[in-house]
């Protein structure tokens, strides 16, 4: 079967040498090499991986380069399925209004630990919600302009997918008052996440039930490629947390993103170095071929 060697580079900085990827393709008898953006990322064909697959990869990151290797077959994707926190935003938003609230070093600490899949989310999540009770929710309003930024390359992944017929999906262990600011901003047809509960304008300290967590990100991939009818194969997901691994391994393509080190051992595929528009190149789009958003 046909395999597709893609190395990717971060756009703010290309580091992609042309001999390096050229002497790779080289050394394991590659198709021709395709540049998708001149020092930033490329690809080719190869009919086996070699056997030195994961020390390469290795070596690759030494250099800021990021290697995936996958099927030829049905690369270009017609879903995707993303993360919020620290996937499509560069911050966790718990984390933001706990700082608003002067508990933030305390929440940091449980983020950090329940993404990298040391603690239960479900527990995590309401230990750090709690937290939060008597915040004043127009607080959020103010997280949101104030503290929140996207991560780079999301609405060009996003607009560009849309323009080739895919469909854009926002699901997160977050909150909803963010997702929906969130995928309004950057292009998505829907979303789905958590919903703080309030009280005469006021954070309860609590969170509706059920909670979306890591299966509730599979069962939205399985009811909404039913719905569009199409399948599992036909997504693309990311995301960079614990909860996220049920999603990412049932997709079609699953890539980790600056993923918790744990989810980077269980992960299909891993992005370290290249921004969201990573996802594009492994799908096989040139920078020529980019929809900005």
Known sequence: MTQIVTLLSNPADPALDPAAAEALRNAWGGGDLQWLAPDEACEF???????????????????????????????????????????????????????????????????????????????????????LKGLDAGVIDTVLRTRITYMPGGRTLIATMKAHGGHAVLVSGGFTAFTQSVAGALGFDEHRANTLLTAD????????????GRQAKVEALEEITARLGIGAGDV??????????????????????????????????????????????????????????
Request: glycine share 12%; hydrophobic share 45%; aromatic share 2%.
């Open 45 to 131: 064909a190869v009919e086996s991986v070699p056997g030195n697959a994961s020390m390469v990869r290795i070596d690759m990151a030494a250099l800021g380069i990021d290697m995936v290797i996958q099927p030829a077959a049905g690369r270009r994707k017609r879903m995707l399925l993303a993360d919020m926190d620290s996937t499509m935003i560069e911050q966790e938003c718990i984390d933001e209004l706990a700082e608003v609230a002067g508990v933030g070093a305390h929440v940091k600490d449980i983020t950090a630990r329940a993404m990298n899949g040391e603690l239960d989310f479900e527990g995590a999540l309401t230990e750090r919600v709690a937290l």
């Open 236 to 293: 693309i997901a990311v995301g960079d947390g614990a909860n996220d691994l049920g999603m990412l391994g049932r997709a079609g393509t699953g890539v980790a993103l600056h993923a918790k080190p744990s989810v980077q051992k269980e992960a299909q595929h891993c992005v370290n170095h290249g921004d969201l528009t990573a996802l594009l190149y492994i799908q096989g789009y040139a920078k020529t071929d980019f929809v900005t958003g």
């Open 201 to 212: 304008g006021v954070l309860t300290g609590e969170v509706a039930r059920p909670i979306l």
